[in-house]
């Protein structure tokens, strides 16, 4: 087994991965109080987290991603953390517990799967939710997750290559200032719509997706400014991110976050601009 389409328990590996960036605070608090080391918890994490255990390399992965998406939960710094960071950590064990467990479930007895997923049931029920729910401009937001892959490939795509200049020349045209605010107006409706957590995983997804490896061995090219890569992926985290939260932007901070992606977003909004989320229309 090399890969998660293989994993005979792929259904529930995805469900919990939905679920984890769409806890909120009081989910936090739930699974730090039903949360006990127990040691029939401890072999069974032990076992799952062995080098033999199914894709354990991206269960790592995933435990990574997850110190990502609390950063500012467990560091406890800015304002609209309410949960004690201690609190968060101790949850956080629950998450990744739950994580071992659904990778790790071809190997684990019954009892042990129980045991490291019973946390996680107590307060997240079974559901057919299989990706995190993105909101109204979802279908945008994977539009350019998708589109990602292209970019990384430019060494042999025509295509990619294209997009990749017209999000570099965007990056390079626009008016820093406006753009540095319009990310902070974003990230505030973020935290107003509770999508705070969502947000970095989004932005995570989009790191991950530019930086994969060309599949026929190509190197990157040298003749590219190594600025142009860190220009893209800022300006595609930004657009994914707005979009995440448009129901709370106004339609101009939307628009100069979304435009230097649109290279990357289905002709339809292209032709019409990004903002299309907005209760009035």
Known sequence: MTTLEEHPNRLEILEVLAQLAMLADNDLERLADVFRNTPSRREARDLALSPDSPLVVEVLSVFGAISTIFADDLAGEEDFISVDPAITAHALKAVRDAVAAAYARPILSRAQHRALMAPWRAVCAPTAQTEPDLGPADAEIRSILSGLPRLAYRCHDARGREAFADIVEAAQTLDQDEHAAAVQTALQASVLLGRRRLW??????????????????HLRRWDENPDDERRVLQMC????????VSPALDPLTELVLVTPALPLLPVPARATGPCQHHGNG
């Open 200 to 217: 970095t995983l989004v932005r995570c997804n989009v790191a991950e997706r530019l930086a994969r490896r060309c599949p026929l061995g």
């Open 237 to 244: 985290g930004d657009a994914a991110g707005a979009l995440l």
